[in-house]
């Protein structure tokens, strides 16, 4: 079903930046050009709070062929995506070789689209269902498929939401469900800049719907003005936060508020002053932000271009430190974090995708999994 929507508008003022640098064993003229937004940045004594640290990471799985999406089982496995050959594979709770689920009918490829995001439904024990954002030959839809019992097959079951413009590049793709019980969605802009303030397109844009594809409200449509959302975390406090790849100038973390929007294409990060400022910005040779989670108090954002793990500590929609980055260029690629049933993360790289910018050779096993310990 193709929707219709009312786009809300509010402007803000971008005002001076406070800069965050990343980590201290770097020059300072080495060091990334991170901002943190006036206001969004907390009080003094919540910034001198210690911060999350990592512990030693380890190998989950390996030989991933351009895996995407990544999502968790009631029994502590996970399912991943491979975004071309739109296969499922399920990765065993403590590591082991990755076993294929089945393919997803209707996925047609392109450079950066394919078998994308890939949600667990919340009653996945009894109904089986993980949701899916797919590219198709004429449009992207969100899709629900069947596992079966013995994880050995698949099938299509439905489709939530159609008419999403495809396109080569800007899928966005990120699917997650939020602690309201729905099914929240980043899509891209297709390429094509006017989509994000395009009252009928769906591209650009935070979307939110049921599980039964049913709409809360009378749109799907849930924030506006995005170029290219491919994070969304929430925070124990219902905080919802996305990561947004931008062009040239800003990447962005921005909190997601209904009805908001987010300025692109007038606005990009920094740059410019129409629409809800971001909480944070990077550089996109330091980020191209993908995956993210929220864990411990801080986001833990995968960076492509940047090859590495950005964590900005924050607490109700505020960044309150400096942000630190961790594994730049021992990994390569990073395109999904997630949080398992422990409270570890698991990192998704991404080296075997060669059709996109930002590169990498791949190593002997990629692409692989890393579980990395977090100490509160």
């Keep these: ?90 990765i065993p709770a403590h590591g082991g070789p990755p076993r294929t689920v089945g393919a997803v009918p209707g996925v047609v490829p392109k450079a950066e689209g394919g078998l994308l995001g890939i949600a667990a439904s919340p009653d996945f024990a009894t109904d089986r269902t993980v949701y899916a954002s797919v590219t198709g030959a004429d449009e992207n ?133 129409t629409g809800t400022a971001p909480i944070w910005t990077v550089h996109p040779d330091d980020a191209s932000p993908s995956g993210m989670a929220y864990a411990a108090g801080s986001l833990w954002i995968g960076a492509l271009g940047g090859r590495r793990l950005w964590q900005p500590p924050v607490h109700s929609g505020r960044v309150t430190g400096e942000a630190v980055e961790h594994y730049r260029g021992e990994y390569g690629r990073i395109r999904t974090v997630e949080v398992a049933p422990d409270g570890a993360l698991w990192l998704v790289t991404s080296n075997t995708d060669r059709s996109t910018w930002g590169g990498v050779d791949p190593k002997p096993g990629d692409d692989r999994i890393l579980r990395v310990p977090v100490n509160q």
């Design 1 to 90: 079903m193709r929707y219709l929507f009312h786009r809300s508008l509010l402007a803000t003022t971008l005002a001076a930046t406070l800069s965050l640098s990343a980590c201290s064993s770097e020059s300072p003229e080495d060091k990334p050009a991170t901002q943190a937004v006036p206001g969004a940045t907390a009080t003094a004594d919540r910034s001198s709070d210690p911060i999350a640290t990592l512990g030693e990471p380890t190998e989950i799985t390996t030989g991933l062929t351009v895996p995407w999406g990544l999502t968790f089982l009631p029994d502590g496995s996970a399912l991943v995506s491979e975004r071309d050959s739109a296969l499922i594979k399920r």
């Design 141 to 273: 839809a969100i899709v629900a498929l069947r596992i079966a019992e013995d994880f050995r097959s698949l099938r299509r079951d439905r489709v939530l939401l159609d008419g999403i413009q495809t396109a080569e590049r800007h899928h966005g793709g990120r699917l997650a469900i939020g602690p309201d019980g729905h099914l929240w969605i980043g899509t891209g802009d297709a390429f094509e800049p006017e989509n994000a303030a395009d009252d009928s397109s769906l591209n650009g844009k935070v979307l939110r719907i049921r599980t039964d594809g049913t709409v809360p409200g009378d749109s799907p449509v849930f924030s506006t003005g995005h170029r290219n959302v491919q994070g969304i975390a929430f925070s124990p406090d219902g905080t919802a936060y996305a990561s947004e790849l931008g062009h040239r100038a800003w990447d962005e973390v921005n909190v997601l508020r209904a009805g908001d929007d987010y300025g692109w294409p007038e606005t990009e990060g920094i740059e410019g002053s």
